[in-house]
């Protein structure tokens, strides 16, 4: 079955620092999305950005990832963290061929930023 | 105005007990999800419908039961609480299709002591 690896579990940075967080899958369906959502306290899960195009840089709200096919990867970056970024992120994968729209979630990475 | 909202937002159940989680979501999504969240496994998927009338498994169904009486509401049961099922319990709805966003609640924390 599909599955996500995030292999960090806890990333702490310094405010300003840029930020990567770590997302692998594997699918047996050529046609993927992979999806970043974040968690804050005390909120629910929500997108934060979306993407199912090989190798084509996806933003939103200062987050950026790619899509890379050949490496199974959908790393998020942001090339200054804040502290306001503190939050638990995940990476998810649905795929066209079960078509079911459920997605499957990685373990999870939380971010703290720190003064 | 919250569009999946879940009740109740915390449960303290006893062992061998009945649990109803209920979830309504005023999108008018035809899909709709129960996540429990648990540290180490992250988000996993218990059970989801297509629709009113339809419930599926998901990933971990053992000792959950769902049901979708309406396109608004969804419900996750368990019918014999046991400690193992201590989580916080997440509803989501979505349009379906692979690409579909999903919105999730705000989750419901049960602990079966």
């Known amino acids: 079955g599909d599955s996500v690896t995030q292999k960090e579990g806890l990333v702490t940075l310094t405010e300003g620092l840029p930020v990567m967080l770590n997302c692998t899958y594997q699918?047996?369906?050529?046609?993927?999305?992979l999806f970043w959502y974040v968690h804050y306290l005390n909120e629910s899960p929500r997108l934060l950005l979306k993407?199912?195009?090989?190798?084509k840089r996806t933003e939103h709200q200062g987050f950026h990832a790619t899509l890379h096919k050949s490496s199974s990867s959908f790393h998020l970056q942001k090339s200054s963290a804040q502290l306001s970024d503190s939050a638990l992120y995940y990476c998810?994968?649905?795929?066209?061929?079960?078509?079911?729209?459920?997605?499957?979630f990685g373990h999870g990475t939380i971010l703290r930023v720190h003064p | 105005e919250a569009a999946v909202t879940q009740s109740p937002r915390n449960k303290v159940a006893v062992t061998g007990g009945k649990v109803t989680l209920s979830c309504n979501q005023t999108?008018?999504?035809?899909?709709m999800y129960w996540y429990r969240q648990d540290t180490g496994h992250g988000l996993r998927l218990i059970h989801y419908?297509?629709?009113?009338?339809?419930?599926e498994k998901g990933d971990i169904p053992d000792g959950y039961k769902a049901s979708r009486p309406s396109q608004e509401n969804f419900s996750l049961i368990l019918e014999l609480a046991t400690p193992s099922q201590t989580s916080v319990y997440f509803c989501?709805?979505?349009?379906?299709?692979?690409?579909?966003?999903?919105?999730f609640g705000e989750g419901s924390r049960l602990i079966v002591v």
């Open positions: 699918t047996i369906y050529s046609n993927a999305f």
């Open positions: 989501a709805s979505g349009d379906g299709g692979a690409g579909n966003t999903l919105y």
């Open positions: 419908s297509y629709g009113a009338g339809s419930t």
């Open positions: 993407s199912s195009t090989d190798n």
């Open positions: 999108n008018n999504h035809n899909n």
């Open positions: 998810a994968l649905s795929n066209t061929g079960a078509n079911t729209g459920k997605l499957t």
